[in-house]
């Protein structure tokens, strides 16, 4: 997880970040001692964690939560205050968690649990209901949007489902059944191991033992179709060339 702690005592902020240091699976990022600085931050990089003090000058903690509660995508955050006059405010702002000063290492690990579970379950979230048509990949703790638009198409190995899109590969979380059977409209199963990019298809052609080939838009390896697969590749093909 991409962690941002956002204070305005200094002594604070290199508290906190020494107790993330060492913690497993977190990557810092330099921190900020406003609200206003934060969502500069967070404009333009990803940031999947807040640690948010709440009094600060200019933008406290409260009114950046709120700017943040209206994006899809916001980091989650947790509050941290010398004070816990404002829990419910807080929590009704969305926040993951809410500590209060000084913060123990163990109570902190089990926020940065929480805010992990939170951001875990909103991107199963997002895949079950195609909101923004996008998958979410994990890399090093941190979560990614990898639009349908962009991918050519999802290949399965023993472990791990692959989407190879136009800005590389990404792994992502789904299994090649359930993308076939929630967004069967996008991508085509060519065979048992590979969904293809529905407006990616380009041609289908056999080889010299009559194997078929499908040939996908910016892909340039063709990529082999299974008879099992090969009818509904046909039908595709044909379906799009009268439409």
Not at 13 to 34: C, F, G, N, T
Not at 173 to 191: C, P, V, W, Y
Request: hydrophobic share 45%; charged share 25%; net charge negative.
């Amino acid at each position: 997880m991409r962690i941002l702690v956002v204070d305005d005592e200094a002594l604070a902020r290199e508290r906190l970040r020494a107790m993330l240091l060492q913690m497993p699976d977190v990557h810092v990022l330099d921190s900020a001692d406003e609200g206003a600085a934060a969502l500069a931050t967070i404009n333009n990089e990803q940031v999947d964690v807040l640690l948010l003090d709440i009094l600060m000058p200019g933008m406290d903690g409260l009114q950046l939560a709120r700017v943040l509660s209206e994006r899809a995508d916001a980091p989650g955050v947790i509050f941290v205050t010398a004070h816990d006059a404002h829990a419910v405010t807080a929590f009704e702002n969305h926040a993951v968690d809410y500590l209060v000063k000084p913060i123990r290492k163990e109570r902190l690990a089990l926020a940065l649990t929480r805010a992990r579970q939170f951001l875990l379950g909103r991107a199963a979230a997002n895949r079950i209901s195609g909101s923004g048509k996008h998958f979410v990949s994990r890399s090093r703790g941190a979560l990614r949007k990898v639009p349908f638009d962009s991918i050519h198409y999802l290949q399965a190995d023993e472990k791990y489902v692959t989407a190879h899109a136009e800005d590389g590969v990404h792994v992502i979380d789904d299994t090649l059944k359930s993308i076939e059977a929630q967004h069967g409209e996008d991508f085509l199963r060519i065979h048992r191991n590979c969904l293809v990019s529905r407006s990616a298809l380009s041609a289908l052609t056999r080889g010299d033992e009559g194997q078929a080939w499908v040939h996908l838009t910016a892909v340039e390896k063709p990529l082999e179709v299974s008879r099992r697969c090969l009818a509904q590749v046909k039908l595709a093909f044909e379906n799009s060339t009268r439409a």
